[in-house]
């Protein structure tokens, strides 16, 4: 008999892979848009404002969205309907006392954010002001999409995220093409109140509307939420004042702007697969979290189903990395391909890692995720930035009169700290809560690896095409066979899906 995890795992990264697809659509003519009209400047300073509310919001927001998905998970499977409300109504209190207190963080420091993030560039102390108003916006929204996480509402999950990522869109775009750089923060500020209000429409049904700000009680119960969550802000200020320092590092703010351009390139197509990791796979192992063989099965299931799935996408992806930039993108950044091709093993890598990455999260272990996060924040900082040098230095790669080595080096480092992070999650969390890697998921991953490693110098090869085209596409056909002989096996969905293009009636979907 078929393993039913097997069909969850397929049918949700399918559910939630197929709205993702729909959002990279969206998102891809949004960023040839954005390119288009706000050229490298204008992306640095975009990928600027995001770094710097990432930053506040990290540290301002008390990780309060990490708890409500794992206490809500809990009382979806044990709790009663008043228990639920009026656990929301708690969170939700404490969600409007952090996001005014993010705001008042951001204009505080606007001129201090201004010269650090804009290269010393005090002119736009107005502009991170007004960035305080998106800001305001990002805890309370990250506490709606918790509800609906932490209740299993994947569908109205889907919903949200289609409805945000068109609404986004035709917000961005036009501000971009009247107001140019002027119309960055703007498209932020009304993106973030759009963003929220879809969320409400969809949680406020469930839950309607309830705060109590002044209530001793409520923030008497928030605070177990409170001590959970310190860990996590720890570990987000860590990840956001890394980005920062790589920002720091690059020369200039064209500079960022092409770093950003190639990060976004590398993660965009991840989306399709790992989608479902946080909205998916979280709560159920949360609500597994007392059972550790259930929890690596699960764990296991879902590394193979991402590496599968993965690594023809990553084969695909660099085989005509070039020709996606320009179609994606402007020729401006046709230099960020040697640094995506460089850096794809970044996603194989976290592909592994990320089933795994969630234990402490689900067993409520915060300080050890903490530890984790701020040392792998501490290791990708330090790769990139040496790495970023020596490419610079020693790789002195010029496409359409772009430098790039730098870039090139900093995509090497990408590789190399999800390397650094895959071992060290693996032997930490293995002493810890015991996970154990299963004999068939290695007999998957190292194929697959062998697979991508074939296939990428070839990429790198584009004086010699012939040779480029044929391996990779060996090596992709091979990659594509293996994830079909597992999943036309193990998971009956896709086995009746395969039958039914045999049959031409398509019931697997019924």
Sequence with gaps: ?????????????????????????????????????????????????????????????????????????????????????????????????????????????????????????????????????????????????????????????????????????????????????????LSLILSGIFTLAVHLVVTTRMFPWRIDLFSRQV?????????????????GIAGAMSTSFIYGALESLQEVGLYRQ???????????????????????????????????????????????????????????????????????????????????????????????????LAKGNSMLYMLVEVIYDIAVAALIYYGYKWGYQYIPYAFDGTQCGGLVGAGIALSLAALFDLVMVYSLYGMTYHFRLHRRTRLLVIPEFLCLLAALPCCLMTKVPLQKYTIGTVALGISLFLAWRLLSKESSFVGRFLRSRHSGDCDCCK
């Design 262 to 360: 190639g990060y976004l390139m590398l993660t965009l197509s991840s989306g399709l697969v790992f989608s479902a990791m946080d909205s998916d796979f979280f709560p159920r192992l949360s609500s597994a979290n007392h059972d550790i063989a259930r929890m690596n099965k699960m764990a296991n299931q879902q590394m193979q189903v991402n590496v599968l799935l993965i690594t023809p996408m990553l084969i695909v992806m660099s085989l005509f990395m070039s020709r996606l930039i320009y179609l994606l993108s402007s020729s401006e950044f046709i230099g960020v391909a040697p640094m995506v091709i460089c850096s794809v093993f970044y996603l194989f890598f976290r592909a592994i890692t990320l089933p795994v990455s969630y234990y402490p």
């Design 219 to 235: 923030f008497k119960e928030g605070v177990p939420l409170l001590k959970m969550g310190i860990p996590y802000v720890v570990a």
């Design 1 to 185: 008999m078929k393993d039913s995890t097997y069909d969850h795992v397929v049918k949700y990264i399918g559910v939630l892979g197929s709205v993702q697809g729909l959002k990279m659509l969206v998102q891809l003519v949004r960023n040839k848009l954005a390119t288009t009209l706000l050229h490298r400047d204008g992306v640095g300073v975009s990928a600027s404002l995001a770094n710097i509310s990432e930053l506040v919001n990290n540290a301002t927001n008390l990780g309060l969205s990490f708890g409500t998905v794992r206490n809500l998970s809990e009382l979806f499977e044990e709790g009663t309907e008043e228990q639920r409300a009026h656990f929301v109504r708690v969170i939700r209190t404490w969600a409007i006392w952090t996001a005014l207190l993010g705001a008042m963080v951001c204009l505080g420091m606007s001129s201090l954010f201004s010269r650090w993030y804009l290269k010393g560039d005090d002119s736009y102390t107005f502009t991170v002001c007004l960035l305080s108003l998106y800001v305001f916006t990002l805890p309370l929204e990250a506490v709606e999409c918790s509800i609906v996480k932490g209740m299993r509402r994947l569908k109205s999950l889907a919903y949200i995220e289609t409805s945000v990522v068109f609404g986004c869109f035709l917000i961005t775009i036009p501000l971009y093409y009247f107001f140019g750089i002027g119309g960055i923060v």
